[in-house]
């Protein structure tokens, strides 16, 4: 284990310099100096501009012969019409084609497209299923998680305050706008739109659905594959792994076009051939660099934490600007990317079967000779600012007396000092919104109104099998453990019918009509979602009429009733 890393670390007592923002929001002077700029409108060519600072990510706006091409919408609504105003005060030329660079970016498509308008709609293939399934099994968590990881949770003054919006805080229109692509690319199809010439790769980054344009006649990149910090090769608040072999495959596309001008989805564009030929290589260098001494260390047999541990990027790469650590720790992506190659197992034995949680933290309360001596030892670690420690030892405390309000405060305070520290604006984030949890002030159950991401049951109800399929999900399996019935479901405004069994503690989504169901139900796909989603109850729902059986009604309570 690297022990200088230790002694560097902010966690446990190394030297960092704070600031406070206007807003009262206290952090790492360097995660300040990383913040949201203002917006502007940069002019790379005679024909493309850049709107940056509108949002998280660019929208770039290319002229063609007789309108626009629109590289990225937005996150929701009140961003594409912000951009879309914007767009306005510069030109009047119709929207001939809108490019999504991935998923995350195509939901402020509205303000772009009026009613009846037809416009061309160009994506990698898999960005409508990536938009439509993203939510679907583990929607309540992502969201959960997603508004920690952004900050949502954080008061909006005061040093707990978040440091910048992920988006606008004043935008009260967080839904989404999102357009269905009209057609999905081919990787390497080369395209003439509105007299623009445009080759489309696919460069999976932090999504499988990224997209890098190519437009010779300009001699211009644009990507998702660079940002204006180091990538989140893994995110704290969950994701599939991100293979970093693909990103940087991704960039060596880009470095292989040698273009004059670079532009990345993230951060400012580069306009000479040099600029750009850097930022690309030193970009691929940086992550190509943690992947290779990550699997160097797996290969010498040492476990994620020491590997985490011992990386540390060379000076010139950890020096470039664009590959600043302020929005992941670089120590996460290590152990991400471990996870992703091997799993779990750190290939200690003694990991194969730990002792559970509760016998660790009672054994390690007694070691300490009881639960005073353990919260004086906490208190000590506090105060030198061995906070990490701190924080890790009053769990036991918590672990076995969750309740105990004295352990709460102590932790509370040991997260929300690594939260004032870190380099890292999603790890403040969630050393912040998990101290305030523990002081009763935040409730991780109750996602912030409009939180970008919320399920959107319009688009749900389009999509009604899927919506009966998240029941499998929600099954509780000690009440559902002598029940073996099928529930058929039809749904008269669509003369659609599907079916649902419940078999034991597990539950299967039927995609055709059950012949030999055992119960009955016909409603409004409507109705069907507001019970999925918890809008209103099986009970009402019978009582009003809303749904019709000719069961007995409270068979079809029972059913219900398994389900979270």
């Known amino acids: 284990m690297n022990i200088m890393g230790q002694i560097k670390s902010p966690y446990l007592g190394g030297k960092v310099e704070t600031a406070t923002l206007p807003n009262g929001a206290i952090a790492n002077k360097n995660l300040v100096s990383s913040g949201a700029k203002e917006p502007q409108i940069l002019r790379i060519t005679d024909r493309i501009l850049v709107l940056i600072g509108f949002s998280v990510e660019n929208t770039v706006i290319i002229e063609g012969d007789e309108g626009l091409i629109i590289w990225d919408t937005g996150s929701y609504i009140s961003i594409g019409k912000r951009k879309y105003d914007a767009l306005r005060q510069i030109t009047d030329k119709p929207i001939k084609a809108i490019i999504y660079s991935h998923n995350h970016y195509a939901m402020g498509t509205t303000a772009f497209v009026g009613e009846g308008e037809k416009v061309e709609i160009i994506s990698h293939p898999d960005v409508h299923k990536n938009v439509t399934n993203g939510m679907m099994e583990l929607g309540p968590a992502l969201l959960r998680n997603g508004a920690q990881h952004f900050g949502f949770y954080l008061p909006r003054t005061g040093p707990d305050a978040m440091l910048v919006a992920v988006e606008n805080v004043s935008d009260t229109d967080k839904s989404s706008g999102y357009i269905k692509p009209t057609y999905g690319v081919k990787d390497g199809e080369e395209m003439l739109i509105d007299g623009v010439r445009i080759q489309f790769f696919y460069t999976p980054s932090d999504t499988n659905d990224s997209l890098t344009i190519w437009l010779p006649d300009h001699d211009l ?19 599939p792994y991100r293979n970093p072999v693909d990103w940087i495959n991704g960039i060596d596309i880009i470095r292989s076009k040698n273009p004059q001008y670079l532009i990345p989805s993230h951060g400012a564009p580069t306009i000479t051939r040099e600029k750009s030929f850097e930022l690309a290589t030193n970009y691929r260098d940086g992550i190509a660099f943690v992947y290779s001494q990550t699997i160097r260390g797996i290969n010498k047999g040492l476990k994620p934490d020491d590997i985490a541990e011992s990386i540390e990027l060379p000076d010139h790469l950890a020096n ?8 992941g720790e670089l120590k996460h992506h290590i152990k991400g990317i471990y996870s992703g190659l091997i799993g779990w197992f750190s290939l ?20 300490f000779g009881g639960e005073d001596l353990l919260i004086d030892a906490a208190n000590k670690a506090y105060e030198n600012k061995e906070y990490a420690w701190a924080a890790e030892l009053i769990t036991h405390l918590l672990n076995v007396d969750p309740t105990n309000s004295k352990a709460k405060q102590i932790k509370a305070n040991a997260l929300r000092q690594m939260g004032y520290v870190t380099p890292a604006l999603s790890s403040r984030s ?40 998240l029941l499998e999900y929600k099954i509780n399996p000690i009440k559902s453990k002598h029940i073996d019935q099928i529930l058929s479901i039809s749904l008269n405004d669509l003369n659609q019918e599907f079916g649902l069994h ?16 055992d119960l009955r139900i016909e409603l409004t796909s409507e109705s069907l979602s507001n019970i999925i989603f918890g809008k209103i109850t099986i009970n009402s729902a019978l009582e009003s009429g809303r749904v019709k059986t000719n069961e007995e009604a409270k068979e079809i309570t029972t059913f219900f009733s398994v389900f979270e």
Not at 320 to 327: H, I, K, T
Not at 437 to 462: A, Q, R, S, Y
């Open 502 to 517: 419940i078999r034991k503690g597990v539950a299967e989504f039927i995609n055709y009509r059950p012949l030999n169901a």
């Open 430 to 469: 969630f050393y912040l919104t998990q101290a305030l949890v523990l002081e009763g002030k935040v409730n991780l159950e109750n996602i912030p109104p409009g939180f970008p991401g919320t399920l959107d049951e319009n688009e749900m109800k389009k999509h009604v099998d899927k919506s009966i399929k």
């Open 348 to 367: 200690d034995a003694t990991d194969i079967n730990p002792v559970p949680i509760s016998f660790r933290s009672k054994r390690i309360i007694e070691g």
């Open 221 to 239: 990149v644009i990507t998702n594959s660079i940002w204006y910090l180091y990538p989140n090769l893994y995110t704290l608040r969950g994701q």
């Open 320 to 327: 470039f600007p664009q590959l600043r650590e302020a929005y």
